[in-house]
């Protein structure tokens, strides 16, 4: 893609521009526009926060940046059309299912060539770079880390005669029971219940009751007694109006930020739609906490998956040094608090992390307990994981609509998911 050039109306006149950096003024004959594209950007909530930290790049560069957003479902579909295509795509945000399949796909630049192995390792911990290197190359730079888990609203669980969360799946029924009687209008948990989000909220509580989709041997598991039990634990919520149909994780989030939900999966990025609907940052925790999912028997490990978001850049970018300028300004310290105190994303620089607004924060603090026991979902490094999740939301929709058993509905799962590999 050519460089844009300033001209005046009509005159076609080259300008000169200025830009402040660092405290300097530096002249640009011109002004680069690179390609931001993701999904977090697409939230309400976030947009604002988004367009603060392009605005940043802006003034500390001279140059310009694009924001082309997807819904989290299309996105890795979306940036490997870019890539295909030959449309502009310089950087983009990736979790860790999607990074894979950029992995995978070849279409990825090594940090390291970019911003020197030296930076990456001063800037971060060892552990948040090792989520985004695949064998010796650090494609992926740690954005945002943590988990995804559940998150409750206290005053809910208060009212309806909780002050604590439940710890087991005994007290989680009862205390969702509770809030049926106190309110019959609040949803006691927003399951996720369609699109992909379905098929992955499924498998931590198929760990909870001792099940998953494969064994260490790769064998297809989905299917067996722990799997089914939960499937049934599923319906059973249905039956009961715990949960409901039709609900993914924006409008799990939306109607939990509006204050008709108690309960629902998600990451750290909760507390952006909270804040959004009038919510001071302060006051989050009264009403959106993190908590340990309940176990099947106390004693048993919490499940949680581990979730992480990083920036990558792309081989066939034009303006790779500009787009690692874009990621050193997101990852800035005043940026990532920003972004920390207003959308509850964790900064991951080691400078960050230190400052006393992060190790104060009780909002972060009730995630980090969970991060500790999370595991990396099952499909995460597979290319196919969509096409995975999709067939268990499928399955799952069957047997919460009636039309087949949990046991059909899991063969059949299982069956598919034995085929797709």
Do not use: H
Not at 86 to 94: K, M, N, T, V, Y
Not at 226 to 243: F, R, S
């Amino acid at each position: 893609m050519k460089k844009e050039r300033m001209a005046t109306l009509g005159l076609g006149v080259v300008m000169m521009g200025t830009a402040l950096f660092g405290g300097a003024t530096v002249q640009a004959e011109e002004q680069t526009n690179i390609v931001w594209a993701g999904w977090s950007g697409e939230e309400e909530a976030s947009k604002p926060i988004f367009e603060r930290m392009m605005n940043a790049y802006r003034e500390q560069t001279g140059d310009e940046v694009t924001w082309v957003g997807f819904t989290w479902a299309d996105a890795a579909q979306q940036l490997l059309i870019r890539c295909q295509g030959g449309e502009q795509l310089d950087i983009s945000q990736a979790d860790i299912s999607i990074f894979n399949t950029l992995v995978q796909a070849n279409v990825l630049a090594d940090w390291n060539d970019i911003v020197g192995e030296d930076f990456m390792k001063d800037t971060f911990e060892e552990s948040y770079l090792e989520v985004g290197n695949i064998d010796g190359k650090q494609y992926g730079m740690p954005w945002t880390m943590a988990a995804i888990t559940m998150v409750y609203n206290p005053e809910i669980l208060s009212a309806a005669g909780w002050d604590e969360p439940p710890v087991t799946l005994d007290e989680f029924e009862q205390c969702m029971a509770d809030i049926k009687a106190y309110d019959s209008e609040i949803i006691p948990y927003a399951l996720s219940t369609k699109d992909v989000t379905c098929g992955a909220d499924f498998v931590p509580w198929a760990w909870t009751f001792g099940g998953g989709i494969w064994d260490e041997d790769g064998n297809t598991i989905i299917n067996n007694e722990a799997g089914v039990k939960a499937l049934d634990w599923y319906c059973d919520m249905l039956n009961k109006g715990y949960v409901t149909m039709d609900v993914g994780r924006s409008e799990a989030r939306q109607m939990f930020a509006q204050g008709k939900v108690a309960f629902y999966d998600d990451a750290v990025v909760a507390k952006s739609q909270v804040i959004s609907n009038g919510v001071a940052p302060d006051d989050v925790v009264n009403v959106c906490a993190a908590m340990l999912r309940p176990v099947k028997n106390e004693g048993d490990k919490p499940q949680a998956v581990q979730w992480g978001g990083m920036l990558v850049v792309y081989k066939n970018s034009e303006y790779k040094e500009q787009a690692a300028e874009l990621a050193k300004v997101l990852n800035s310290d005043e940026i990532a608090l920003d972004y920390f105190i207003n959308g509850g994303m964790p900064p991951v620089t080691k400078s960050a992390a230190n400052t006393d607004t992060v190790k104060n924060d009780p909002y972060i603090n009730s995630f980090i307990e969970s991060t500790a026991t999370a595991r990396l979902e099952e499909t995460a490094r597979m290319t196919n994981a969509n096409e995975i999740k999709t067939i268990l939301t499928e399955e799952i929709q069957f047997a919460l609509l009636g039309q087949k058993t949990s046991q059909e509905a899991l063969d059949d799962a299982a069956a598919r998911i034995g085929s797709a590999n």
